[in-house]
């Protein structure tokens, strides 16, 4: 029986390296690995070892005799990526000619690096860099919770994807890791200061701010983006008290890309079945008392064009009533008679089949209906005190539509934002670099211990698992300039960077203080069949992790040895 890879998939590509007869692809050795929304399995090479469910980090694979109904449509999905074969031809080869993307090799060491950042990117490179002897990672992040958007931005109801978490607390337990969270660089910490204590500075700090629809009206409250939204579900403490109002029957989401269907499908799940998942209280107080019956996502382009990814189209029609208009319907009639792509038209195909919104009244359903709209390029906002709902240009004419809607969400991307003492480029959001290599913003030149990984070296493109080969680039390049003695060996020692650090910031969480919080979430969890209940409060989180047992005297003496070697 072939296996299947179903929705979760992460892109983390570690079944392709489990695989010993080579029959998951793209590879990331392959063009299409920078763009494909998930992985493939070819169902005539695979020989059922099952070496890639054990290696896959989110439980994405399984044989397709135990598929559930909602994951049948993935058997199709997977054999369609590979094309057909006549009888008898023999399928690919069933060994592996080379090595997928060689690890570096220190030629020599200790060598010592800083992460900032602990989200994919961060950890991934952590964990690359842990592979080899004699290395020291120090991470560091702003808020006292490690793992940036696995936690704060996935969906509460996704939660097979956050289970990549497991192999980043592995990590965690690594000899030669440390981490500094509750500390953010730039306020309690320079980048020099950090050069002056490492060898080299990693920055993977993502995209952590939302593009900006510049519109009238869009500083109205009522208004807000989706990501922000995500993380108000998720309990960020930034986001904690962000006003969200589902009083008004309506929301619309202005874009259509895969953090637009999470809101939408959330918004329209039931609230007793999202009390199971890791959602904050708060959230989930205002999701009882909501009064939406519609989610309305607009997009300025046509079906073909849409944003979102196939597996997250098929979730959402599985967990959802979704619907289109007439006019819509027949937008998806004219692009399937015009599309060959086969990931488009399986996205077409599955529109096709939705409902006409005009069969499904709106107030119909148990839950709130989810509609996608077609050419819509916002106008304006409308609203005095507070949004009341938005107009419409039916994109390419000067015909307007309106929608009534008591919130308003835009969904149309992350943003890089600068780090202090690097350069960047404000048209792509991103550091200057070369393979994850800093570059001088006018000269070009490489900036010596500067480098960058994930969506601030490349932008906001690709999935969790994509950072995997990002980051593994990154290394390399900061592997072989250190071979070629490219990397001043650093004055300070670890001992001083934690006095320093425990001067300027008192309420500093390392390792243990987060597994203290860590366990004390799952454990409150736990008491309610919930995977964990979040601290979403700063303070809660380091009086827990403040908490936390001290180091045995062995255990000090044992962390001093790795220091001096």
């Given at each position: 029986?072939?296996?299947?890879?179903?929705?979760?998939?992460?892109?983390?590509?570690?079944?392709?390296?489990?695989?010993?007869?080579?029959?998951?692809?793209?590879?990331?050795?392959?063009?299409?690995?920078?763009?494909?929304?998930?992985?493939?399995?070819?169902?005539?090479?695979?020989?059922?070892?099952?070496?890639?469910?054990?290696?896959?980090?989110?439980?994405?694979?399984?044989?397709?005799?135990?598929?559930?109904?909602?994951?049948?449509?993935?058997?199709?999905?997977?054999?369609?990526?590979?094309?057909e074969?006549?009888?008898?031809t023999?399928v690919?080869?069933?060994s592996?000619?080379?090595?997928?993307?060689?690890?570096?090799?220190?030629r020599?060491?200790?060598?010592?690096?800083?992460?900032?950042?602990?989200?994919?990117?961060?950890?991934?490179?952590?964990?690359?860099?842990?592979t080899?002897?004699r290395v020291?990672?120090?991470?560091?992040?702003?808020?006292?919770?490690?793992?940036?958007?696995?936690?704060?931005?996935?969906?509460p109801d996704h939660?097979?994807?956050?289970?990549?978490?497991k192999?980043?607390?592995q990590?965690?337990?690594?000899?030669?890791f440390s981490?500094?969270?509750?500390?953010?660089v730039?306020?309690?910490?320079g980048?020099?200061?950090?050069?002056?204590?490492?060898h080299a500075?990693?920055?993977?700090?993502?995209?952590?701010?939302?593009?900006?629809?510049?519109i009238?009206g869009?500083d109205?409250?009522?208004t807000?983006?989706?990501?922000?939204?995500?993380?108000?579900?998720?309990?960020?403490?930034?986001?904690?008290?962000?006003?969200?109002?589902?009083?008004?029957?309506?929301?619309?989401i202005?874009g259509n890309?895969?953090?637009?269907?999470?809101?939408?499908?959330?918004l329209?799940?039931?609230?007793?079945?999202l009390?199971?998942t890791?959602?904050?209280?708060?959230?989930?107080?205002?999701?009882?008392?909501?009064?939406?019956?519609?989610?309305?996502?607009?997009?300025r382009?046509?079906?073909?064009?849409?944003?979102?990814t196939?597996?997250?189209?098929?979730?959402?029609?599985?967990?959802?009533?979704?619907?289109?208009?007439?006019?819509?319907?027949?937008l998806?009639?004219?692009?399937?008679?015009?599309?060959?792509?086969?990931?488009?038209?399986?996205?077409?195909e599955?529109l096709?089949?939705l409902p006409?919104?005009a069969?499904?009244p709106?107030?119909?359903?148990?839950?709130?209906?989810?509609?996608f709209?077609?050419?819509?390029?916002?106008l304006?906002?409308?609203?005095?005190?507070?949004?009341?709902?938005?107009?419409?240009?039916?994109?390419g004419?000067?015909?307007?539509?309106?929608y009534d809607?008591?919130?308003?969400?835009?969904?149309?991307?992350?943003?890089?934002?600068?780090?202090r003492?690097?350069p960047?480029?404000?048209?792509s959001a991103?550091?200057?670099?070369?393979?994850?290599?800093?570059?001088?913003?006018?000269?070009?030149?490489?900036?010596p211990?500067?480098?960058?990984?994930?969506?601030?070296?490349?932008?906001?493109?690709?999935?969790?698992?994509t950072?995997?080969?990002?980051?593994?680039?990154?290394?390399?390049?900061?592997?072989d300039?250190?071979?070629a003695?490219?990397?001043p060996?650093?004055?300070?020692k670890?001992?001083?960077?934690?006095?320093?650090?425990?001067?300027?910031?008192?309420?500093?969480?390392?390792v243990a203080?987060?597994?203290a919080?860590?366990?004390?979430?799952?454990?409150?969890g736990?008491?309610?069949?919930r995977?964990?209940h979040?601290?979403?409060?700063?303070?809660?989180?380091?009086?827990?992790?403040?908490?936390?047992?001290?180091?045995t005297l062995?255990?000090?003496?044992?962390a001093?040895?790795?220091?001096?070697?």
């Amino acid at each position: 029986m072939p296996h299947v890879i179903g929705q979760s998939c992460c892109n983390d590509s570690s079944c392709v390296f489990a695989c010993p007869v080579n029959c998951i692809h793209p590879s990331p050795d392959e063009p299409e690995f920078a763009t494909t929304e998930m992985l493939y399995i070819d169902p005539e090479a695979c020989v059922d070892c099952g070496a890639c469910v054990r290696a896959c980090p989110v439980d994405a694979i399984a044989p397709d005799s135990q598929l559930t109904e909602d994951q049948l449509p993935f058997i199709a999905i997977n054999a369609s990526f590979y094309p057909e074969r006549p009888p008898g031809t023999k399928v690919p080869p069933t060994s592996k000619l080379a090595p997928i993307l060689p690890a570096p090799e220190l030629r020599r060491g200790p060598l010592s690096v800083a992460i900032v950042g602990s989200g994919p990117a961060a950890m991934y490179a952590a964990d690359e860099l842990l592979t080899q002897p004699r290395v020291r990672v120090s991470m560091f992040e702003k808020l006292p919770t490690p793992y940036g958007l696995v936690r704060a931005g996935v969906a509460p109801d996704h939660q097979s994807t956050k289970r990549v978490t497991k192999l980043f607390d592995q990590i965690c337990d690594r000899d030669g890791f440390s981490c500094y969270l509750n500390v953010e660089v730039g306020k309690h910490i320079g980048h020099h200061e950090l050069l002056a204590h490492h060898h080299a500075v990693i920055y993977a700090v993502g995209a952590p701010t939302d593009r900006r629809l510049d519109i009238e009206g869009m500083d109205l409250p009522g208004t807000g983006t989706a990501t922000e939204l995500v993380a108000w579900i998720n309990g960020h403490p930034d986001f904690t008290d962000l006003p969200v109002d589902l009083s008004h029957e309506r929301v619309v989401i202005v874009g259509n890309g895969n953090v637009a269907l999470d809101v939408a499908r959330v918004l329209a799940a039931d609230p007793e079945k999202l009390a199971r998942t890791d959602i904050s209280d708060h959230a989930l107080a205002t999701l009882r008392t909501s009064g939406v019956r519609e989610i309305v996502i607009a997009a300025r382009r046509g079906p073909a064009q849409s944003a979102f990814t196939l597996p997250e189209l098929i979730g959402l029609t599985a967990a959802a009533d979704v619907v289109l208009d007439a006019e819509d319907h027949e937008l998806v009639r004219r692009d399937l008679a015009e599309v060959t792509d086969r990931l488009i038209r399986n996205k077409l195909e599955i529109l096709a089949n939705l409902p006409d919104a005009a069969d499904v009244p709106l107030g119909s359903t148990a839950r709130p209906r989810i509609r996608f709209v077609y050419q819509r390029t916002p106008l304006r906002v409308s609203g005095e005190e507070r949004a009341t709902g938005i107009e419409f240009t039916v994109t390419g004419t000067e015909q307007t539509v309106d929608y009534d809607a008591g919130l308003i969400l835009t969904s149309i991307g992350y943003r890089g934002l600068p780090i202090r003492d690097l350069p960047f480029d404000e048209a792509s959001a991103t550091v200057p670099n070369e393979g994850g290599r800093v570059l001088h913003a006018v000269t070009g030149a490489r900036i010596p211990g500067a480098y960058v990984a994930g969506w601030i070296k490349r932008g906001p493109t690709g999935f969790i698992g994509t950072n995997k080969s990002c980051s593994m680039q990154t290394v390399q390049q900061l592997v072989d300039d250190f071979n070629a003695e490219l990397l001043p060996d650093p004055v300070g020692k670890q001992a001083a960077l934690d006095r320093l650090l425990k001067i300027r910031q008192p309420d500093l969480i390392d390792v243990a203080g987060w597994q203290a919080i860590d366990a004390e979430e799952i454990a409150r969890g736990k008491a309610e069949d919930r995977p964990r209940h979040k601290f979403t409060s700063i303070e809660q989180m380091v009086t827990v992790a403040a908490a936390a047992p001290k180091p045995t005297l062995r255990e000090r003496i044992s962390a001093k040895f790795h220091e001096l070697v």
